[in-house]
């Protein structure tokens, strides 16, 4: 008995991901992926897009700097220092380049949800909100502050669960003396100040 495959798009894209990063961000990509599904479930989105978006939105996860700078350079949009600096920040916008070209992505919605996945910038859409949110509380994820409290918050109100990510991201980031991306302080005051987001 074979699986039945309902959506070609999603399947032949899964296994074309399979082949192109390791096994662990796979694993992490499908976990991401149905958290998504769940987020559109819960807010009305198109849940296979979303399904999708989830699935691709670390697609440029080990490429060579090389290579990232080449295809976030192809999105057309600015590369900051700190970006050029910071090469692991590329994968989001080389994503967006990789979801066209190689898995065939034309959806707008979907390659900006990739495109923005890992600052976040303020006034995002739904879907970019719940890929945000998803990458951040799927359910491989470990070792997170409040990591229970974010989960529920995803499934209450994403504006605030945003607004949490990013806050624990520049945490993270400044306890480990990681410089932080104008985007990511950006987004946490943009869904700080436009939401019922408390300490
Ligand atoms: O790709 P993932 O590991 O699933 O998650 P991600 O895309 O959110 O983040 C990837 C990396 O980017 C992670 O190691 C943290 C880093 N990052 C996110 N925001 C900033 C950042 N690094 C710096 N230096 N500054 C940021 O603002
Ligand atoms: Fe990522
Ligand atoms: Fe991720």
């Known amino acids: 008995?074979?699986?039945?495959?309902?959506?070609?798009?999603?399947?032949?894209?899964?296994?074309?991901?399979?082949?192109?990063?390791?096994?662990?961000?796979?694993?992490?990509?499908?976990?991401?992926?149905?958290?998504?599904?769940?987020?559109?479930?819960?807010?009305?989105?198109?849940?296979?897009k979303a399904h999708l978006a989830g699935l691709l939105h670390d697609c440029a996860k080990g490429l060579s700097e090389g290579?990232?700078?080449?295809?976030?350079?192809?999105?057309?949009?600015?590369?900051s220092q700190m970006e050029r600096d910071n090469p692991e920040l590329l994968h989001a916008k080389a994503g967006a380049t990789i979801a066209k070209q190689k898995y065939k992505i034309e959806d707008k919605e979907?390659?900006?949800?990739?495109?923005?996945?890992?600052?976040?910038?303020?006034?995002?859409?739904?879907?970019?909100?719940?890929?945000?949110?998803?990458?951040?509380i799927e359910p491989n994820r470990t070792g997170i502050p409040?990591?229970?409290?974010?989960?529920?918050m995803a499934f209450t109100d994403i504006?605030?669960?945003?607004?949490?990510v990013c806050r624990n991201c520049i945490d993270y980031l400044q306890r480990a003396s990681k410089q932080i991306d104008r985007s990511t302080i950006d987004t946490f005051k943009y869904y700080k100040e436009?939401?019922?987001y408390e300490e």
């Open 67 to 79: 290579d990232l700078l080449t295809a976030a350079f192809m999105t057309g949009l600015e590369i």
């Open 159 to 164: 504006d605030i669960a945003t607004a949490y």
């Open 146 to 152: 409040s990591l229970d409290r974010i989960r529920a």
């Open 194 to 196: 436009n939401s019922n």
């Open 110 to 136: 979907i390659l900006d949800a990739i495109c923005y996945h890992t600052t976040g910038r303020p006034e995002m859409s739904l879907l970019e909100k719940i890929v945000f949110v998803a990458d951040y």
């Open 1 to 48: 008995m074979g699986t039945i495959v309902i959506d070609e798009q999603y399947d032949n894209c899964r296994k074309v991901l399979k082949g192109s990063i390791s096994h662990k961000r796979y694993i992490h990509s499908i976990g991401v992926s149905d958290t998504a599904a769940c987020l559109a479930m819960r807010y009305g989105y198109d849940v296979k």
